[in-house]
């Protein structure tokens, strides 16, 4: 920047003017083409449906299960597979630790859901959606997750839960 | 950058008392005792916990040195609102370097401040056997300055426009964004409701979304993150987080150029 005393004290610096403008317009062009892109980012967690899924998968590699409550007319539930489950970090130890189970809410489109996604619901108590629950192998809450978090907060929600199971086998 | 001014600055955040007293309560006492209390008593982590830490904790520390300069706490400071610039300005020294050293040394304290906080909440995480990497820590710090250097934008913008709309819209703003911050995107479960529940469910909806529209609009965040992480690079929050830096500074400088300075004393 110029020295004060050569330049008046109102003095504009015309780069950051221009920078401001230049941006601008770059922002509202990278901004319409990510809304105009149509591409939906889909998510490396190999989700298995709540219908094909056998709790005794569960007692017999020791896994936790990741419920994910959702429901298709949700626009959470898709940021959180769009922007959540996305990040790598988050899916990989979502595949690696988990059994990762889908169970879709069904009440809006066919006026009820199956009796197995109505018992799970009630189960965990789940009121909103997407709701992550971890449970254990007799099918115990470990811990609750609601809403769309970052994808942090559900890396760090994961991890926890995952280190807890690993100490209590280990001191077992 | 000029060292008086910085040097004013930081003085006049560190040595009032009341600002340090609710820095320290809302920025480290209550944070890291819901943290303690989480870890002894296993209770799930609040979303409460997650604002505090996150970019809303940078906000509340933010503001309270802010708004702390506009209080007229010391004798520097007139209680009209605002820093008695008149006699700041009075040496010769661009308005922009004003606003650019005073939005350093808000980015400064608040991302330090902030930074120190996360890294003590770490700690404590670890002490009680939470397995977390350096690459996440210094992650989450990081992140805690870039949200420091747009909240300082937005600051000293409201500090310098003192017009009464001005003044009225930010408070709004500010409101309206924080209110996006307290809970995290969600649908409510159960069949489609009807009358008075419908109304009250698709207003609050309504009011969440706008909300979130506002906020990624007028502060929009990197998340470090997933900026590190995720199968693209995260173009928009980029040119967006830096583009609102650039026009709050340019707007700043514009709104301080207008005003007009009578030098002398207070009285």
């Known amino acids: ?172 | 950058m000029n060292k008086g001014i910085l040097k004013f600055t930081l003085l006049s955040a560190c040595l009032d008392r009341i600002k340090l007293f609710y820095i320290v309560l809302l920025g480290f006492v209550v944070p890291i005792g819901m943290k303690v209390v989480t870890y002894m008593h296993g209770a799930e982590e609040s979303q409460t916990f997650e604002m505090l830490t996150g970019k809303v904790g940078v906000a509340f520390i933010l503001t309270g040195l802010c708004l702390g300069l506009a209080g007229g706490g010391s004798g520097s400071q007139t209680g009209k609102g605002g820093e008695y610039l008149p006699l700041i300005l009075t040496r010769p020294v661009t308005r922009a370097q004003y606003i650019f050293t005073k939005w350093s040394t808000f980015t400064l304290v608040g991302g330090v401040l902030a930074a120190v906080q996360n890294l003590i909440l770490a700690l404590i995480g670890v002490a009680f056997g939470e397995v977390l990497s350096p690459y996440v820590v210094a992650g989450q710090m990081l992140e805690r300055f870039l949200d420091a250097g747009i909240i300082a934008a937005a600051l000293t913008l409201a500090l310098v426009a003192n017009h009464w709309l001005f003044q009225v819209c930010a408070i709004t703003a500010f409101y309206v964004w924080m209110m996006a911050q307290t809970m995290p995107p969600v649908s409510v479960a159960g069949p489609s409701s009807a009358g008075v529940d419908a109304v009250a469910l698709e207003g609050t909806h309504l009011m969440l979304t706008l909300s979130r529209l506002i906020g990624d609009l007028i502060l929009p965040t990197i998340s470090v993150y997933d900026a590190t992480n995720a199968p693209h690079f995260p173009l928009l929050a980029v040119v967006s987080y830096v583009s609102t830096i650039v026009v709050y500074l340019v707007a700043a400088i514009a709104v301080i150029n207008k005003r007009e300075f009578f030098y002398g004393t207070s009285g």
């Open chain 1, 1 to 172: 920047m110029a020295r004060a005393a050569d330049t008046s004290t109102t003095y504009m610096p015309r780069f950051l003017v221009a920078a401001a403008i230049v941006l601008l317009v770059a922002r509202a062009v990278v901004w319409f083409n990510t809304m105009h892109d149509g591409k939906q980012q889909i998510s490396s967690v190999r989700w298995t449906p709540v219908e094909e899924f056998k709790r005794s998968a569960s007692l017999a590699n020791g896994k936790l299960v990741l419920y994910k409550f959702c429901a298709n007319w949700s626009d959470p539930c898709q940021r959180l597979e769009s922007e959540v489950f996305i990040n790598h970090k988050v899916s990989d130890l979502a595949n690696a630790d988990f059994l990762t189970v889908c169970v879709a809410d069904r009440v809006r489109e066919d006026g009820t859901n199956t009796p197995q996604i109505a018992e799970l619901q009630k189960r965990y108590h789940v009121f909103a959606f997407p709701t992550l629950v971890i449970a254990d192998a007799n099918g115990d809450s470990k811990g609750v997750l609601v809403g769309c978090s970052s994808s942090l907060a559900t890396y760090r929600f994961l991890a926890r839960a995952s280190q807890t199971e690993s100490y209590v086998s280990a001191h077992k």
